[in-house]
């Protein structure tokens, strides 16, 4: 896939190149940090539960969940996990 960016500023390409470069590395960063943070609190509570983080979104999502507080944390986990892994794996098919 091709991708046009239109940018209106009186600095260098290059300038403008190394600059979303930069701002794309440091997402990127951030976006593994969340990865391994949501995992390790997916992991937790796989282990106090015995189930895995997905088992327990499609019974969540299918409300057959009970109303205690550390399914919904777990639940906010998962659905973190996935979005950071989504974005981590955009963000690592761009390239210049």
Known sequence: MSFTLNI???????EVCESIRSALEHEKHVAKYKVKR???ICEDFEA?????SSE?????????MGDESDFFDWYAAKRGLDHWNKRLEILS????
Do not use: R, V
Request: glycine fraction near 10%; hydrophobic fraction near 30%.
């Open 8 to 14: 209106e500023t009186d600095f260098s390409p290059q």
């Open 38 to 40: 949501y995992t390790i």
């Open 48 to 52: 106090k539960f015995g189930y895995s």
């Open 56 to 64: 327990l979104k499609a019974k969540f999502e299918a409300g057959n």
């Open 93 to 96: 098919g761009i390239s210049f």
